[in-house]
DNA sequence: CTGAAAGCGCTTACAG
DNA sequence: CTGAAAGCGCTTACAG
């Protein structure tokens, strides 16, 4: 693509192609960007200098630019993990409606470590994003502290917070939901009518908390009280849940309310390592294509991520007042 | 964070700290950037610039550091999705061997398109990485070409290209040992000893060609020819791969080596679609941990992420002769 | 031990 | 229709 006859070993800059086009380097730069109508450049050079640009295999610096320019056009994304289908899904439709917009996603993975998410979130204002969007965050507060003090807008996705506007699953509804067909398939399958358990996320967080209501109200409506010790909550580790499981003598006719597909992985191998396995129905806040058609499976409430990230775009594009918190609605997938 | 009597509505840069700590801007980048013992500069102002920087919540400017230093200490990876346990992995290894080198990683999502592919390239350029990992690219001779001319430096992960070093899995040997498996079950469970199936991956690509060799040599061995018709390749698509299906007529006592945990969505999706599921076994060239324990599944090839991205780093820090291809071996893990 | 100054590659008023 | 020049926020020889 480069000239052979090249000499210079660096990439070549507007004013090498300006040299070249026996211009100057403003025209070259007002080509290359859009804007050389509104300088009324002819069309002529226009084109010799986009000419010049391909043969000369030119790029533009984009650290230059953003230096120069008051916008970086630049938008960040932390999450905490890659490798499950709704961050995946979450960084996928992300990018894709950013470069939409004319923006450049940056994404930053966390770990859920706190730690690191204020490391991500301190880098990701030294890239100059105009807007961060936080998810998963465990303590986005902090986070939407430091970006308002940079007068970087930030957005909570997933889990809410108080000093941004937030995007979450309406929780409750979706858990609602979903404990009540648990409770009927078990009830169908088995002809039991015991409370079910809980598996999985943490007591302190806001999904976690909003599922465990829903999850209590679809039991008071079916008369029953749900003991507490029914209830494992170990963080998103299938290790940790996996070991605690042995605690809750999951029995023939149990159901199980499971709180994340993190918790699943460790359900389902607990139930694969035991001896006689019960013979029990679980459902699953949060969809996978595969643990879709395990046998236990009664269906998995997927959240709506491109909803949810379209409203995320909207808030940046028009900030609201405070910081509300806006709620999803998930949608039920039954076992295929 | 920020004093409530800033006036600045902008960002403060070392020139507002240095007028505030009495000192040069100069005195202050050198604090900033750790060359401050080299330039010797008193512990005492060091701290002190620290200090305010601290208060005046400052933030270095990345693209003005990038573009004035002579390396810019990022590195970009294009991918074709997140949504699947491989990619995922992959992402999240590369983030975190970046930053344990001191890298600031860029990733972006292709979603499997050859013009995508080129145009992320372009924009990884212009954002001056040093080095670009190709992930799975339809076409990477090209985009290794767009970076030799911008003298960076590439690497294929995934599938192999012929001009970059390449690292990819060691497909022939782990088809291998996977059909050698698939037959040997499929011989336990039902007594049978037919050719097995060949479902996903298309025919062109390097790591479809080389599982399809290592299929037929383990069949070779059990005295088996393949019939053409038994392969199904329909490129990385669920829908493709079951609207194809049909056509495949697998009945009892099947075996199914499935190329990828995106044809398996398709074969589990077509199983269960059917009003009388054979019995069949499958053993899938990838891992999934939900997958892992569908009950017709003999086992799955994991491939080896962290060695395969720690490989990569070494390529890039030791650069090799030539375009060598490096392959990395698979682990199986049997159905649990 | 420290500062003034040049310059990285752009963009954009400003002045023709 | 076009160019010279300033300046974005840094880093780093260079000169004390």
């Known amino acids: 693509m480069a000239d052979d006859d090249e000499i210079t070993a660096k990439r070549p800059t507007i004013y090498d192609l300006a040299q070249i086009a026996g211009t100057s380097a403003s025209a070259v730069s007002s080509v290359l960007n859009g804007t050389w109508k509104k300088r009324r450049i002819s069309a002529r050079l226009a084109e010799r ?56 996603p940056v994404i930053t993975c966390t770990q859920r470590e706190p730690d690191l998410e204020l ?25 939407a502290d430091l970006c308002s003090a940079a007068r ?24 609602l939901e979903l404990t009540r067909v648990i409770l009927s398939r078990v009830r169908a399958d088995f002809g039991t009518a015991l409370p079910l358990y809980f598996i999985g996320g943490r007591a302190q967080d806001n999904n976690t908390r909003e599922r465990l209501r829903g999850f209590t ?31 809750l003598k999951i029995a023939d006719g149990s159901g199980v309310f499971v709180n994340s597909t993190i918790a ?22 949060d969809w996978d294509p595969f643990a879709a058609f395990l046998p236990q499976n009664v269906g998995m409430m997927q959240q709506d991520v491109a909803t949810m990230l379209s409203t995320a775009f ?23």
């Open 49 to 104: 200098i986009s000419r010049i640009a391909e043969e000369q295999g030119y790029a533009v610096n984009l650290p230059a630019r953003m230096l120069r320019r008051d916008r970086s056009r630049v938008i960040g994304m932390i999450i905490p993990k890659y490798d499950n289908r709704y961050f995946g899904a979450i960084a996928e439709h992300f990018e894709t409606m950013a470069r939409e917009r004319g923006l450049f």
């Open 119 to 143: 490391e991500a979130a301190r880098e990701m204002l030294s890239y100059q994003v105009e807007c961060l969007i936080v998810t998963g965050a465990t303590d986005p507060d902090r986070i």
């Open 152 to 175: 970087v807008r930030a957005i909570n996705l997933d889990l809410p917070g108080s000093r941004a506007p937030s995007v979450v699953s309406d929780n409750f509804s979706g858990a």
């Open 217 to 247: 109200a679809a039991h008071v409506e079916a008369g029953l009280a749900v003991p507490e010790d029914n209830c494992l909550m170990r963080g998103y580790s299938a290790a940790k849940t996996l070991a605690a499981m042995a605690d």
């Open 264 to 285: 699943l992985e460790g359900v389902v191998r607990w139930l694969h390592d035991q001896p006689n396995p019960p013979q029990m129905r679980f459902g699953c806040f």
């Open 314 to 336: 909207q808030l940046i594009e028009t900030p609201p007042e405070g910081a509300p918190t806006l709620q999803i609605p998930c949608r039920f997938r039954p076992r295929p």
